[in-house]
């Protein structure tokens, strides 16, 4: 059965984009407890909205937070089964006086929506439903089978949904995850990511003496813990930018000459970083280009540094504490933890003479990798062909999705990136919003590839 569903989604698209703005503008932020209410409001939206694309055994399933919406249409027999992940959860709105509009009062202006959860990951979710609907409503049947799997915590971590993928394994099996949640690399030029880098952080201090002391009455003959902490700081990297702790690359795999292609064709103008920057040089691990160093190679980054008289003026002081933050991002087989341990090590043995360490371990969260030649992942670089004209290139991401890696381990199953958003859609920050052409492609591409597979 031939169906245009170029011409279909045209029809019905004031419709969906209104339904679009009903979902946009619950204020669904998980990480405020006032809004709680609104979570569990979104989350309801979204599943009243699978019932009627079609889908069946539509459910909402209580957690320690906030909750997990499943639902699926197994009727394709034979027929690979995709788990489509994504959240409805949104990020915090500060600073408020930097929207333009209201951020949970959603506004069309210049071929964009702008609204908190706009392109993360509200919008580029509701795609999913909306070409699920279409074919149900066309056709009658789905070319493969659907399930869905939507948490309202991805944007606090998901502190609760490995517990329920542990609990419901069968019932989320799938042959492979889809998952919308990223970007293009430009208007026209779509990607999917087969990287998504993992991470650990710390915390550390160094005390000295009880006290601060007088710089006059000391200086010269006691430890100074911001001297100590410098020395420290500067041990983890050698001049080349490469990170100096013995053990932390353990686990990097090398970039194949295939990925190294990938990346090429990117065509990164490191100059124009260089002058939107403000700066006059770039930085990092020698040998690799500036897409390489934040797509595939781990890091080892100062987040905060702080001690002693930060106040007005001069006081002349030597500090008896230090502190700093540090944050690393890993790749491949990295263990997060063995990485973690490294680094405690490398600080104790370097720690200068005179000052105690105290070292607070924090965050951590594996690596997501996967192989561009997969099956899955050939399709969907078809089917994005087949809407934009041009085949997406297969790219890595410098940040972390903690959720995709456990997901795809736990779930024995190949995590397909296929994101519509953009670089410049200002995710995290006032003024979010989603390009619509992206969001017209978007439901055509997902119709493509669900057919295609």
Known sequence: MSVDYKAYFAEHRETHLNELKEWLAIPSISALSEHKGDVLKAAEWVADKLKTAGLEHVEIHPTQGHPVVTAD????????????????????????HLWQTPPFEPDIRDGKLYARGATDDKGQLFLHVKAIEAILKQEKELPVNIKFCIEGEEEISSPNLPLYLAD??????????LISDTSLLAPGKPAIST???????????????NTDLHSGSYGGGVPNALHAMVSLLASLHDAQGRVSVDGFYEGVQELSSEMRE????QNFDEDQLKKDLGLDALFGEEGFSFVERVGARPTLELNGVWGGFQGEGSKTVIPKEAHAKITCRLVADQDPQKVMDAIEAHLKAHTPVGAQLSFTPKEKAFAFNIDPNHPFLQKAADAFENVYGTRALFTKDGGSIPIVEKLSSTLNAPAVMMGFGLPDENLHAPNEHFNLENFDK????????LKQI
């Open 73 to 96: 249409y197994l009727h394709a027999e034979g027929k690979p089964t995709l788990l489509i992940y994504g959240h409805y959860d949104v990020q915090p709105v500060d600073p408020l």
């Open 168 to 177: 419901n394994t069968d019932k989320l099996a799938a042959d492979a995850i």
């Open 442 to 449: 978007g439901l055509l591409t997902i119709v493509d590839y």
């Open 262 to 265: 990938e990346f090429a064709k």
């Open 195 to 209: 990287g998504l880098r993992g991470l650990c952080s710390m915390e550390l201090s160094l005390n000295t003496a």
